[in-house]
């Protein structure tokens, strides 16, 4: 039935080239992004589904409540997975987990690697996750202390001819462990990621101390597996208050959350999510369809309009109504399964660049993704069956002789559809405009912004130290790297800014009975903050001559000011006589030491720019092993390759079992936000670009069919007279009028999506009028340049041509 009305649809469209093309062009565009951004989104909705007991699977966390904010942390106390399994029946396993610092292994001496990816984890994890076993019992893998489980790869690499299980991995060059299975590499779309599993009852013999008893060290997650039938609220509101009953600095709530909302819904400490970007990115590729699916019905029923003399004859020669509506339907539903197949090709094409973007593993398997394959066509069969409806029910009801008299009559009625087209890509491509300006703006503020200190040309290294004999290694290392004349400073720390945050709770002279408040932490030496140029602004840094220093401490202008020791007085100016009070007042950390403040820095950046500057406390670095995580070289700027490699050199002659991974903190800081931000821009950039592409070729379909329309009436005025200008003036003005009413109506939707975007901000960029200006004089340009070319083309040709062909 089919076969007759699909080869003339063919016949036409190689008869009548341009507006096909166009149409299968301007579908296929936004089809490819349509199913790019569709993958993206099956895969995030699909995250962590490989597990048999997806939907019984919570992890436990932690409410901080603090008389400055509660905070909420994945980390929960060492006993906690053993308690819950005591306690509670209704909680069937519990597994802790726990990323270990990048160490060696080695099966001998041709096979010793830095890994980065191991994990401390108990036995119970098998029992919980879908880990897929190739070698070894899961039952029984990790019950003993220095056992370990490779993944296939990790196995390959060490054991690449022989049976793994049973063989012996040293770690750190220390510690012989036994592996006792092979699994499977997690899929990609798992959050827990790992290359082995090391038995957590290995940690006390490796570190040197246990903390298995310990309630108040956050440093595990603990997942855990319920009964079918138990209800998660029921579980939270026993388990809400269980660290009560033990030591602790202040009160903590525990709460359970779903594996199944983890990856989408838990926001970073941005306040971003999964969630949110599949909405952001759903609703952009739905607006590209959107624009490609109206530019294609717009531009099939123009080519469809265009053929009412064969309409006429085909009814003439005795076409019923019913043949001429499905020839029309054929026809559009043709175009748009090619489009979508053209659009798939382009996909499988497009994958592996899209993936190095977004960092995912996206594919399509025909087999297995058939559900979303089909989804697909039917869009494209409701929009080819949608496109050809109009002129496939109009035209077939118009009588033979009217057609006849005047053939343009039909194509000559009101143009509100297509200035409604052209409206809506402007609108869209302006809004896409503007927010990728806006948000490189605000990239571009947060690099340039002070940050109260001097990042130019400071390495960062992580140096974790396990041991009190490493930390004297660090002190010789530290003078060895001094002796470089390019090495102006270096100093030890906890942390830096933008690396390793910390949080202690603290109570300070003159707080209410029970009044706590949470700082940021971080552990320095004497050279701290001067390698960093930060700024005392009262009382004085550290000093190696005052051994009393070891229980002092240094505090920010804000953390003085939230502690009630600053004069807030408009008198004072100076900043010393401003923060005088502060000098010698005590404050507690975590309920036991004591310290002494001995001087203010000025406020600087811990953490991003898209935060506020908070509380911050500094101490001395004392002689706990997991204090010393991080040294900072401060460096001339001159010979900075050979000064990196000296550095290497000499990091490796001291710490040879330590992978040496540095960055430059200049280029490296803030990392997170620039990424999300850069990712931002991207996908705007590229959903701004698609548009203006889809809306090129709508436009330009719409001013052929304009022309079509008025070939007869630009030769008459040609004849009497009308210059080109004039012509070009005429045919651009309807079409220069929605756009700008277009920019018009783009404007306060692009201000208000800003303004609550730059909301989350704490240091911001302005909108400036000139961002909004430049998005519509853009878009006005691109359709003036792509309307006045075709329009040229129609003025400058022959009129006798033109009132030959009418």
Known sequence: MLKNPIKIALTSFIHHRNLPVLSIAGLTIGMSAFILIALYIQYELNYNRFNKNYSSIYRVETEHILVNGNEISEETPFPLGPFLVTKFPEVLYATRLMPLEAKSLSSGMDKSFIEEDGIYSDNSIFNIFSFNCIEGDTGTA??????????????????????????????????DCTVTGVIEDPPSDSDIQFSYLLSFLSRKTIVGWDYSDDWDSHHVYTYILLSENCSSNAINEKISNVIDDFGHTHQRNLFIEPLSKIHLYQEDERGFSKVTLIYLFGTMAFLILLIACVNFINLTNAFSLTRSKEIAIKKVVGSSRTRLVIQFLTETVVLSIISTIIAFIL????????????????????INDYKFIISIFLIALFAGILSGS???????????????????IIIGGKTRPKRILVFIQSVTTIVFMIISFVVYKQMDFMKKKELGFNKDHIIICNVETESYEEIRKNESFKRELLKNPNIRKMAFSYGAPFYNDTYWDFRWEGSAEGETMIFPVNNIDYDF?????????????????????????????????????ADTSNNVTNFQDKYQSAIGKKIIANGQEEYSVIGIVKDFHQRSAYFRIEPFFMNLIGNVPWQYKIFSVKVLSTDLSNTINNIKGKFEEFFPDVVFNFQLLEEDFDSETFELLKGIVKTSGFFTLLSILIGTIGLFGS?????????????IRKINGAKVSEILKMLNIDFLKCIIMAFLFAIPIAWYILHKWLENFAYKTELNWWIFALSGLLTLGVAWLTVSWKTWKASTRNPVEALRYE
């Open 347 to 366: 996909v499988y094409l497009l994958i592996p660049i899209f993936n190095n973007v977004i960092h995912r593993e996206l594919h399509i398997n025909l």
């Open 390 to 408: 109009y002129p496939a029910f109009l035209l077939s009801s118009l009588k033979t002789i009217n057609i006849l008299k005047n053939p343009l």
């Open 529 to 565: 903050i001067d390698t960093y140029g930060m700024e005392i602004i009262a009382g004085r840094n550290f000093m190696q001559t005052f051994y009393s220093d070891k229980n002092k401490c240094i505090i920010n202008e804000t953390a003085a000011k939230k502690l009630g020791w």
């Open 142 to 175: 990790l019950n003993k202390p220095f056992t370990i489980v490779l993944t296939k790869s990790l196995a390959d690499k060490y054991f690449p001819d022989e049976e793994p299980v049973g063989k012996i991995l040293r770690y750190d060059n220390k510690f």
């Open 703 to 715: 001013v052929s069919f304009t022309i079509l329309k008025k070939t007869k009436e630009i030769a």
